[in-house]
Each structure stands twice: as C-alpha cells, then as structure tokens.
Nanobody, 119 residues
Framework: QVQLVESGGGLVQPGGSLRLSCAASGSIFIRYDMGWYRQAPGKQRELVAA???????NYKDSVKGRFTISRDNAKNTVYLQMNSLKPEDTGVYYC?????????????WGQGTQVPVSS
C-alpha cells in the first residue's frame, strides 16, 4: 500500500509558476514509477509528466519546456515545477504511483490538488 498526499496547488495568474509536491508513505518509494495527471473540467484525466524508478522522464507535448518533474527518493517525494502557466493548464492535479511486480499491477492515487489558472 502507498499513501499519496499532494500539496502546493492554488489560484495562479497566467504566466505564473507553482510547484506541486506529492509525499508518499507506506511502501518502498524508490521502486515506483511516479506521475502527475491532470483532469480539466468536463474532460478525462490525462498524463502530464512522469518519472520512472530509474529517473527517466516524459512529458505531455503541451507542457514540454514549461513543466519539470523530479523525485527525491530520500524524502519519498515527487515534485512538479510548473512555469509559464496557461489557462488551459487549469485542472485538478493528481499524483500517481505505479509498479508492476510479476502479474500484479499496483496503482495508487492521491486526493488531488486544484490548480486554477486565471486572471
């Protein structure tokens, strides 16, 4: 079992920055691939950025060059630095932990944090 707690969301103006944090507990953090997902109003949840257990990263095309995902294994925490925010970045941001062990697929979610981007 993994418990995930997001923080750092809030109202931000277009062009502004925010850093989201996701603190994990309950299992061996370093073994999990971690991701940030976003769900905009009326839309499906989508992957924004991910960092694997080995440290490789990937990003949704629309956030490349603006968002940076990182992980601190000593603190069991994953971060999402968001710069040059746009109104279309608005949504609820969810932290995800994922691990496949043999035939078992482990998937955990945080409760989400709101990020409204508006002037």
């Amino acid at each position: 079992q993994v418990q995930l707690v997001e923080s750092g969301g809030g109202l931000v103006q277009p062009g502004g920055s925010l850093r989201l944090s996701c603190a994990a507990s309950g299992s061996i953090f370093i073994r999990y691939d971690m991701g940030w997902y976003r769900q905009a109003p009326g839309k499906q949840r989508e992957l924004v950025a991910a960092v694997s257990s080995s440290g490789s990263t990937n990003y949704k095309d629309s956030v490349k060059g603006r968002f940076t995902i990182s992980r601190d294994n000593a603190k069991n925490t994953v971060y999402l630095q968001m710069n040059s925010l746009k109104p279309e970045d608005t949504g609820v941001y969810y932290c995800n932990a994922h691990q496949i062990v043999g035939l078992a697929n482990y998937n955990y979610w945080g409760q989400g944090t709101q990020v409204p981007v508006s002037s």
